[in-house]
């Protein structure tokens, strides 16, 4: 039998550096996410197949038989677009969560010397440079539809950074939800039943006016209709501080209500 | 990551008295385990024993109800960081990630535990060269065998070169090849003088690479000691005696025990554990047929994990030969599988 031939050495990690490795971790994930965008690209085609064929019908087909004062139907409709592929496709977040601990990838990173907060951030993170992606792609969209931005390239600009504000803090919801059923079928069926009252109840598609009055209640104070309409405010003009403001204000809400919970239930995960 | 290193004397991984429970299931019932460092550790049990758990809890991933862990002196629950710095861990189920290549997961690994990036590149190339994977590296892992996904976990694990090394049942599921293979690089690793904890299911995987053997069962220690302790409470081989009905066999077994433990099984059959298997065997058909008591079958064969349960504890391990899973382990494949038919 051996005796001690290895050097048994306890390494130490030193406070200041515990800050850089968060971030340098974070970056691991986010780029091992990333790659994974690339490998199967089929994954962001079909979460944007499906905005694509809301913008054709809705532009086409029931676009004719809604009226909205003062604008154009295809620019009013478009920002509900954004606002929609951007919540569905936060989804995402948590099915990408339930996967990782379905292959076991989670258990491997729970007993490593990695930031606790990492997962969770590197995949939030990666899930934002997605929706940049698909972002740009459904504003491309918009314009071959014939979409235009009455503003101009800035406000364009801060609209797109609410939609990825907006994806985000969706994000930080719908990893809780992947963490706690741990099976990517179940946090798809559990984000659908969520989601769409949240997108089909809201300013997105239709204004709040041909509603009933109590649903006009409900749906005014939503957070898809208040992003919606911040960024209508900005890419087609009207005063912008209240709902830019009200939107950041939710956001940030969400953010400081779901990442406790997401992070809090990874460190439990078992 | 800035590291230095304090010197540790004593065993590199204790455990006394630990207990785990999952709602009602006691999967720890009070476990004690003393691995002394540079020296292999083999967790020998059937499913459902509490290996994996206890390896859990080792590895930072699960904390205890009660009872101590400590590794290179560390406990687990109060310094997990600085556990999960000297450690390497390869799970029951191979953790790689497949849709990155083998290269990119040894990348990952390297980033994640704080080495510097070009010295990372170099042990990755090192571990590809030596796990034989060097001309898969640039394919994703989910085209990867059995064997080269264990191999590629087993490289994963050894990135930051830990001083102490889990292995979870490192070569269940494997074929005979592949078993192979993944033993002489576990014993390749050891002669480095690594310390080791491995779990199995198999007998033979803890008589080649470890040094001393913890039979678990229920969450318990029953037995422990080193390969050739554990054999001689058992006899080394088992002669296996089929006749022709169970009245023959009753006479059978009384004759049979002067030459070690006797046991009928399944009514005709007398199962004996003989310490020189070629001299028993001999002498065994010449008191049978001086007795005239004709056997229909006689056969000869290595002790396994059922024959070291069955002496010990007086029943048979559940899953014999040791590969079927356990429930728990299907939720986990059926997961597994869901995931590969989503991508
Ligand atoms: N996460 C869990 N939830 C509920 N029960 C569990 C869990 N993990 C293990 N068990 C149970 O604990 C016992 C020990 O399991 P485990 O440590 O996986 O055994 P082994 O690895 O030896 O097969 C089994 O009865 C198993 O079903
Ligand atoms: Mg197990």
Redesign the interface.
């Known amino acids: ?14 406070e ?2 515990s800050l ?2 968060a971030a ?2 974070t ?3 986010t ?2 996410n990333l ?2 965008l690339r ?2 690209p089929q994954l962001l085609v079909f979460s944007t197949i499906q905005p694509v064929l809301f913008v054709l019908m809705f532009r086409y087909v029931f676009g004719g038989a809604i009226r909205v004062p003062g604008v154009r139907y295809v620019d009013y409709l478009m920002p509900g677009i954004f606002a929609q592929t951007v919540a569905f496709g936060s989804i995402n977040t948590g099915v990408g969560l339930a ?1 990782d ?5 989670i ?8 930031a606790r907060s ?1 997962v969770l951030a590197g995949r939030t993170a990666a899930d934002v440079v997605r929706n940049v992606l698909v972002v740009a792609l459904m504003v491309s969209v918009g314009f071959i539809v014939g979409f235009r931005v009455h503003t101009n390239a800035a406000g364009l600009l801060a609209a797109v950074g609410l939609m990825l504000l907006f994806g985000f803090a969706l994000s930080w919801v719908f990893a809780l939800i992947g963490l706690a059923t ?4 179940s946090a798809q069926a559990a984000a659908f039943p969520l989601l769409a009252p949240l997108v089909f109840a809201s300013s997105a598609f239709v204004p709040l006016k041909s509603m009933p009055g109590w649903l006009q209640v409900l749906a005014a104070h939503q957070p898809v209709t208040i992003t919606v309409d911040a960024v209508r405010a900005l890419v087609l003009g009207g005063p912008t501080l209240r709902p830019v403001v009200q939107m950041v204000a939710w956001a940030v809400g969400l953010i400081a209500v779901f990442a406790p919970l997401a992070v809090s239930r990874y460190r439990r995960a ?1 | ?9 004593g065993p ?1 991984i204790e455990v006394e008295s630990l207990t785990k429970r999952f709602g009602s299931v006691v999967a720890l019932d009070g476990i004690d385990l003393s691995v ?4 292999v550790f083999g967790l020998l049990g059937p499913n459902g024993a509490g290996k994996t758990t206890t390896v ?1 809890i080792l ?4 904390q205890p109800d009660g009872g101590h862990a400590r590794v ?3 406990d687990v629950g109060r310094e997990p ?2 556990v ?4 390497g ?1 390869a ?1 029951q ?3 790689v ?4 290549t083998a290269r ?1 997961n040894l990348k ?2 390297g ?4 080495q510097p990036r070009a010295s990372a590149r170099a042990r990755g190339e090192e571990l590809l060269e030596r796990f034989d994977l060097t001309a898969a590296a640039g394919r ?1 892992a989910g085209t990867y065998s059995g064997g080269m996904r264990k191999r590629l976990d087993l490289a ?1 694990a050894l990135v ?1 070169r830990p ?1 102490v090394l889990f292995l979870d049942e490192p070569t269940t599921g494997l074929d005979p090849q592949g078993r192979g293979d993944l033993w002489e690089l576990i014993e390749e690793l ?1 002669a ?4 080791l904890l491995l779990t199995t299911q198999y007998l033979e995987e803890a008589d080649r690479l470890a ?1 001393r053997i913890a039979v678990v069962d229920n969450g318990r220690v029953v037995a422990e000691g ?1 390969a050739p302790e554990l054999k001689a409470r058992l006899g080394s081989t088992i002669i296996d005696v089929g006749l022709a009905d169970p009245a023959a066999a009753a006479r059978a077994r009384v004759l049979l025990e002067p030459f070690g433990p006797a046991e009928i099984v399944d009514g005709t059959a007398v199962e004996v554990n003989v310490d020189d298997g070629a001299r028993a065997l001999l002498q065994i058909v010449r008191l049978l047929d001086r007795e005239r008591l004709e056997p229909e079958t006689v056969a000869i064969r290595e002790p396994t994990l059922d024959d070291v349960f069955l002496t010990l504890t007086g029943r048979r391990a559940e899953a014999s030969g040791g590969a079927a899973p356990d429930t728990n382990d299907r939720g ?1 494949a059926r ?2 599988g ?2 590969r038919g ?2």
Do not use: C
Request: no cysteine; charged share 20%.
């Open positions: 039998m051996t005796t001690t031939t290895f050097p048994a050495t306890v390494p130490v990690t030193t200041r550096s850089v490795k340098s971790d970056m691991a994930i780029w091992r790659l994974m490998r199967v996967q601990l379905g292959t076991g990838l258990e491997r990173f729970r007993s490593l010397p990695m990492a741990a099976n990517p079928e078992a | 990551m800035t590291t230095n290193h304090a010197p540790h004397d590199a002394p460092a540079g020296t859990r590895t930072t991933i699960l290179l002196g560390l960081h600085a999960r710095a000297s450690l861990l799970g189920y191979a953790a990630d497949e849709h990155l990119e990952l690994a980033w994640l535990t704080g994703v994963v930051h001083p050891v480095e003088g690594m310390t040094d080193t986990r997961r597994r869901a995931q989503a991508a």
